[in-house]
């Protein structure tokens, strides 16, 4: 179950709408997750700094099990996770910063109960 965050300082009215839609999308495509389990949360208008400037930047955070664990996966992930965003945001690359996170099914709760037992 991927979670991802986009934390950015751009103002809401300049993330193009259904931003969260496409990333749920792009997301089940680049960690090859069903949509249906994908969480997506996007935070416009946030008081941020990226190498020392604050100027228009963008964080997402990629939480999973199971496909961010390795150097390797994360390099491709990467690539395909930076082509989405500096479309979608009209940003440059060095004005985003992405950080993997690899969970164990026990880490997520989700209906009641842990991934472990689902």
Known sequence: ???VELDTNL??????AGLE??????????????EN???????PGLAMVVDG???????LV?????????AEENRGHSSRF???LTKELALGQDRIFIRFVPMEPW????KGTVMTFL
Not at 21 to 34: E, H, Q, Y
Request: with cysteine; glycine share 12%; hydrophobic share 40%.
């Open 62 to 70: 990629v939480s999973s099990i199971g496909v961010v664990g390795t």
């Open 37 to 43: 389990r994908v969480s997506v949360t996007v935070r």
């Open 53 to 59: 400037s604050a100027g228009p930047c963008a964080q």
């Open 1 to 3: 179950m991927p979670v």
């Open 21 to 34: 839609k496409r990333l749920c999308a792009v997301t089940s495509a680049i960690l090859g997750k069903p």
């Open 82 to 84: 930076f082509e989405f």
């Open 107 to 110: 880490q997520i709760g989700k």
């Open 11 to 16: 103002p809401a009215g300049r993330v193009p």
